[in-house]
């Protein structure tokens, strides 16, 4: 009877310990990939200009990318990968979404047309001057 109960002891132990070397080695990979994470990824912010669109026309608005030093990507390749109602739940519904002119450097303009009134996700990717490779991120549009 005091064997099998030592026995289990013993037993609940090895797992216990298991168990800590499991969340000590999660630890340090969820850390080592968030230090790599922060060494080769600048932090860019992409704004909507304006945020809210007439839905069921065409419309043309302005996206601005602010860079890690706060200030506006100028002389970027940017384009505009996909446009969805991802925000209201609909991500399988799509628009089209085209590059259009701007006379400001730091503004790059796409025109769409939102077809349903609601939030809308546009998926943008950015070759940035000095990126390696192109950085992703995502405008909200707001059809009325
Ligand atoms: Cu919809």
Do not use: N
Request: hydrophobic fraction near 45%; glycine fraction near 10%.
């Amino acid at each position: 009877m005091t064997i099998v109960q030592s026995k289990r002891i013993t037993m609940s132990r090895i797992l216990i310990q298991g168990a800590l070397v499991l969340v000590a080695l999660f630890g340090a990979i969820t850390t080592a990939a968030a230090g790599q994470d922060a060494a080769t990824k600048a932090v860019y912010h992409f704004t909507a200009q304006p945020m809210a669109v007439k839905a069921g026309a065409p419309a043309t608005f302005t996206v601005q990318i602010m860079g890690p030093d706060m200030r506006p990507v100028t002389g970027a390749k940017v384009s505009a990968t996909r446009v969805d109602m991802g925000p209201d739940g609909m991500a399988e519904m799509t628009g089209k979404i085209v590059p259009a002119g701007s006379a400001d450097p730091s503004r790059y303009a796409f025109s769409t047309t939102l077809s349903m009134p609601g939030r809308w996700a546009v998926t943008i990717e950015a070759q940035i001057p000095g990126e390696a490779a192109p950085v992703r991120g995502q405008v909200i549009l707001e059809a009325k």
